[in-house]
């Protein structure tokens, strides 16, 4: 497996290691590169339409359909709609287990548990109507804090892995996809230099390809061209940045290739303050009391950075900074100069 496309980030808590997604296009669009975790990941898609690829095999995502995304299954998604909505839910299969082996225990949930057995990714139309009402029961209990939340959370999971056994989704499988699959190789690879600048002919090259078809596969199995590819697996390193490190702005855009449009601005200074209302004020605020003065305004630019990054799609860091401008209004895209 490529090491470089795994996700690591927590989901849930030690104790309820489950989480719950509400994706939507508010108002960027949605564009996850391609990686693979440890847990199951099971889509239900509510409105407008979403391109998916799991292991190379293209999807096409409508109101109504469930996808189930395996451990270990490399996936990427983006929105091919400008209303495209979805429930994610995301947690590993050993959750499910029980402390004692009985039948269900041995048959059914440790082969999941233990990739010896994979469920089918697009469920059938009936099997999805079962599973809908199941998975957005299993969604509402996640979230409520008290411990009869995660049980019945648990219960609606355990219903839809049987109706999954019943129906004939699940089969046993003997061994991972071959590690060598050029997708796996150009992603990895991808996520690895996206710091660099690289060039598609450049890219043919590292995998033996002349550019043309070079080119050609990368659009066909990615479902996209090379550089809008490469501009959302930049944005996504930098928002990690962001949340993990305590570095400057400029420093992270450099890490993440945005060289040109970090520097462009000419001015210096802080990030400016952010909105009252918005989700960085609210992590700021939250801090204050633990944050000397220069420290607090940085952190909410940082924060606010990472709110710009997760609703733009393309290329963040285009406008003029804002220090030039403290009164305009703060949209997606919008540039911040750190001192």
Not at 7 to 22: D, F, I, K, N, S
Not at 212 to 217: D, E, L, N, P
Not at 238 to 262: N, S
Not at 310 to 331: A, E, F, G, I, V
Request: aromatic share 8%.
């Amino acid at each position: 497996m490529k090491r470089e496309l795994e996700e690591t980030r927590r989901q849930g808590t030690a104790m309820r290691p489950l989480q719950v997604y509400h994706m939507r296009c508010d108002p960027g669009a949605i564009d996850v590169p391609f990686h693979w975790h440890e847990n199951a990941e099971i889509l239900l898609m509510q409105t407008g339409t979403l391109a998916l690829q799991v292991e190379a095999v293209p999807f096409t995502g409508r109101p109504g359909d469930v996808f189930f995304i395996n451990p270990r299954e490399l996936h990427g998604m983006q929105s091919a709609s400008a209303d495209c909505a979805y429930l994610a839910i995301v947690f590993p299969l050993s959750w499910l287990q029980f402390a004692l082996a009985d039948e269900a225990e041995e048959n059914c949930l440790r082969p999941l548990a233990d990739r010896r057995a994979r469920v089918t990714t697009r469920l059938d139309p009936l099997l999805a109507g079962l599973a809908a009402p199941l998975l957005t029961s299993a969604a509402e209990l996640a979230e409520d804090p008290a411990p009869a939340g995660a049980l019945g959370a648990k219960a609606a999971l355990l219903a839809l892995a049987a109706q999954l056994y019943r129906a004939g989704a699940v089969r046993r499988i003997s061994r991972d996809r071959p590690a060598g699959d050029p997708l796996r190789r150009i992603a990895g690879y991808l996520q690895q230099h996206c710091g660099e600048a690289p060039t598609q002919p450049r890219r043919g090259e590292e995998f033996h390809m002349s550019p043309k078809y070079f080119s050609s596969y990368f659009q066909k199995r990615f479902a996209r061209n090379f550089s809008d590819y490469l501009t959302a697996v930049r944005i996504e390193r930098a928002k990690t940045l962001l949340q993990q490190t305590d570095a400057g702005v400029e420093w992270v855009a450099q890490q993440a290739a945005f060289r040109a449009a970090a520097t462009s601005s000419g001015c210096s200074g802080g990030p400016p303050a952010v909105p009252p209302g918005s989700i960085a004020a609210a992590a700021a605020r939250q801090a204050r009391s633990k944050i000397p003065p220069r420290k607090k305004r940085l952190t909410a630019g940082r924060e606010y950075c990472i709110l710009l990054l997760s609703k733009t799609k393309y290329k963040p860091m285009q406008r003029s900074c804002l220090c030039q401008d403290p009164n305009r209004p703060r949209t997606p895209g919008d540039v911040f100069c750190s001192s």
